[in-house]
Nanobody, 124 residues
């Protein structure tokens, strides 16, 4: 199983980025997908999640209205469109996969597979 995250970079306050996570080695439609981030010295924190069918989404309050999660079943890819980025969004972003048609989870440990992370740096 591989979750390959990409799309991070160095941007300025107010800019946008789109993160992608390409999934292989599992049946994509069996898994809810999530995005987490980890800032230096902090634990992994939930950012957003999307259900296996894409019909349900969840966002942490700090990104509501700025970030949008989506998934392309044909491409086995989950995206995180990040607009109006702020310096406090600076972190390594990880995608994660959770098996089963279950309620969306905000807990890192509830997911079954995780990608390697992509660094997002927002300068002020």
């Amino acid at each position: 199983v591989q979750l390959q995250a990409s799309g991070g970079g160095l941007v300025q306050d107010g800019d946008s980025l789109r993160l992608s996570c390409v999934v292989s080695g599992l049946v994509f439609t069996y898994y809810d997908m999530g995005w987490f981030h980890q800032a230096p010295g902090k634990e992994h924190e939930f950012v957003s999640a999307i259900s296996w069918r894409g019909s349900s989404t969840d966002y942490v309050d700090s990104v509501k209205g700025r970030f949008t999660i989506s998934r392309d079943i044909a491409k086995k890819t989950v995206y995180l469109q990040m607009n109006s980025l702020k310096p406090e969004d600076t972190a390594v972003y990880y995608c994660a996969a959770r098996f089963g048609k279950v309620p969306l989870s905000r807990l890192w440990e509830n997911y079954d597979y995780w990608g390697q992370g992509t660094l997002v740096t927002v300068s002020s």
